[in-house]
């Protein structure tokens, strides 16, 4: 079992709607977990960490975990076309990145 | 403006040639990173560094090496060794793991293609 497993998408959704990104991990990341998009071509862009169990809120973007059931989510509110990339979902444990292999979001005008 | 900078943003290598890439950081971060990404593909860790003058080897550390003389430095070179170098090569760095908030930070990347 890979330690941060993410379905690869794509996931389409139109412009406006909620984006509900999805991730799992393994006991190995037991720290933090983090959201990073990726534009085609660029870096990847951290975009929200979350520490606890629960959810943090950040301008339209709501990162969620759940230890217990081993779950990260990431919902994108009011989606629009510049939202359109891949993200990545990655988790820590100490100085060590679990990165998964990332969904592929399209938002459609 | 703190960050971290990679130099070149594009590299072309020559069958048989070493290169190296250029990793800078003033986040003054303690830890940094190498990973490699394919087309389509998620990042595959080549090696880090907690601390000046230590690295450990990531994944896929074959046919790669690296330095950290200086904090702020990073150097990853590709040698002749790395049959298949061609891929997207990215430099991270994050506060230590006892630090409140040790999130990752990337650097541009450098592309590198094989000739």
């Known amino acids: 079992q890979k330690e941060v497993e993410q379905n690869s998408g794509p996931l389409s959704v139109p412009e406006g709607a909620i984006a509900s990104l999805n991730c799992t991990y393994s006991?190995?990341?037991?720290?933090?977990f983090f959201w990073y998009r990726q534009y085609s071509g660029k870096s990847p862009e951290l975009i929200m960490s979350i520490y606890s169990n629960g959810d943090k809120e950040d301008g339209r973007f709501t990162a969620q975990l759940n230890k217990a059931s081993q779950y990260v989510s990431l919902l994108i509110r009011d989606s629009q076309p510049s939202d359109s990339a891949t993200y990545l979902c990655a988790g820590n444990n100490f100085n060590k990145f679990y990165f998964g292999s990332g969904t592929k979001l399209n938002v459609k005008p | 403006d703190g960050g971290i900078t990679q130099s070149p943003k594009y590299l072309f290598r020559k069958e048989g040639q070493n290169v190296t890439l250029s990793c800078e950081q003033n986040?003054?971060?303690?830890?940094m990173y190498w990973y490699r990404q394919d087309p389509g593909q998620g990042l595959r860790l080549i090696y880090y560094s907690q601390i000046v003058n230590d690295f450990q080897k990531g994944d896929i550390a074959e046919g790669y090496s690296v330095s950290r003389e200086k904090k702020e430095s990073f150097p990853l070179t590709v040698t002749s060794a790395q049959k298949n170098p061609t891929a997207f090569y990215l430099c991270?760095?994050?506060?230590?793991?006892?630090?409140?908030?040790?999130?990752?930070?990337f650097g541009p990347g450098t592309r590198l293609t094989v000739l």
């Open positions: 991270a760095s994050s506060n230590p793991a006892g630090a409140v908030f040790n999130e990752q930070f």
């Open positions: 006991d190995r990341v037991s720290q933090s």
């Open positions: 986040l003054n971060h303690d830890a």
